[in-house]
């Protein structure tokens, strides 16, 4: 196979990926279900409300991958969100049970082609890098055996009455300018401040968390944050890609919380269709996005901070 021939293969490859992921996306919204809020709780999931982490490393995954393996462990009825690949089982002294099919994960990266690197020798200029995505295989926790005792236990969800407090005090950690009144809840990038109306004005009190977790992550994208683009106008794709970072940045944090996720627009999944439709790659964009808000908002917890630490220390 020749150089030209072998990169055109890739390039199908990575192309087919981002069309895998974005049709099964497309295919969950058009049904009527967000795959970010997936039904917790319910009997169609056995595993407790929580972000899935790698066994081995201990690290949460981020981005898209949080959105297939939260859809893997509904589909099967995993009963925990703990993953390790086929090599990391027999690592820790256990395998993979014969017979069980993995879940396709990415790794997203950028590379710079041969003749990307010559042409910008030539011409002086910068070198432009190709994104590309890696499909690599984990397991559930469950589909294994033989695995250490604190690799296959599943941790209690929260206690309700200790989820409320940790939205208020991460809203007063962020130090973004968080204002409680009126009848609509929004975010003005222009004077930077939130505004969400007062809890009563709620019929699940809840719900008035979940609100401000997705306010808050639109303030993540402030020029002074992470500094995402807001010049879309109501009913422009630019406006609902943003909206799209926000509601997945909200179910994020409510997983890591403990609260059980909702859509907050699910007027607005028309034009994510639209979105999703016109460019494969959205998704995935977005949902890193929303990895990087929900990050950014997250590290205001102390107990998720000191979290943070272990997990490096034990990396």
């Known amino acids: 196979m020749s150089r030209n021939t072998a990169r055109a293969s890739a390039g ?4 087919n990926l981002y069309d895998d992921i974005t049709n099964k996306i497309i295919g969950e919204l058009e049904a009527g279900r ?24 201990r690290r949460q995954y981020s981005g898209i991958n949080v959105l297939i393996l939260w859809g893997s462990v509904i589909e099967h009825g995993f009963p925990g969100q703990s993953w390790l690949t086929f090599r990391q089982a027999l690592a820790l002294g256990g395998n993979v049970r014969k017979g069980e099919h993995g879940t ?26 190709i994104p590309f995505l890696k499909r690599f295989t984990v397991f559930n926790a469950a589909q294994c055996e ?8 599943v941790a209690p969800p929260p206690l309700p009455g200790l989820i409320e407090p940790k939205v208020e005090a991460l809203i007063k950690a962020t130090g973004i300018d968080f204002r409680i009144g009126g009848n609509r809840a929004f975010y003005v990038p222009a ?34 944050r992470l500094n995402r683009d807001f010049s879309g106008s109501f ?28 859509v907050r627009h699910a007027d607005y999944i028309g034009s994510w269709l639209e979105v999703l439709r016109e460019d494969n790659r959205a998704i995935v964009r977005a949902a890193s996005q929303a990895s990087k808000a929900a990050d950014y908002l997250l590290r205001f917890l102390p107990d998720h901070v000191a979290s943070q630490d272990d997990q490096r220390d034990a990396a």
């Open 104 to 129: 396709t994960v990415v790794y997203a990266d950028r590379f710079v082609p041969d003749d990307e690197r010559k042409r910008a020798r030539e011409t002086g200029e910068d070198a432009q890098a």
């Open 235 to 262: 009913g422009t794709k630019k406006y609902a890609f943003e909206e799209l970072i926000a509601e997945m940045n909200a179910a994020f944090c409510c997983a890591s919380l403990g609260i059980t996720p909702t």
């Open 146 to 153: 033989g695995l250490p005792q604190d690799v296959t236990i």
């Open 34 to 57: 967000v795959p970010w809020v997936q039904p917790w709780g319910t009997a169609a999931s056995k595993a407790p409300l929580a972000m899935p982490k790698n066994a081995a490393t």
């Open 191 to 224: 004077h930077d401040y939130v505004q969400v109306p007062p809890p009563q004005a709620y019929f699940e009190p809840i719900n008035w968390h979940r609100t401000a977790l997705h306010e808050l992550g639109h303030a993540t994208g402030h020029a002074s």
């Open 12 to 15: 199908s490859d990575r192309s």
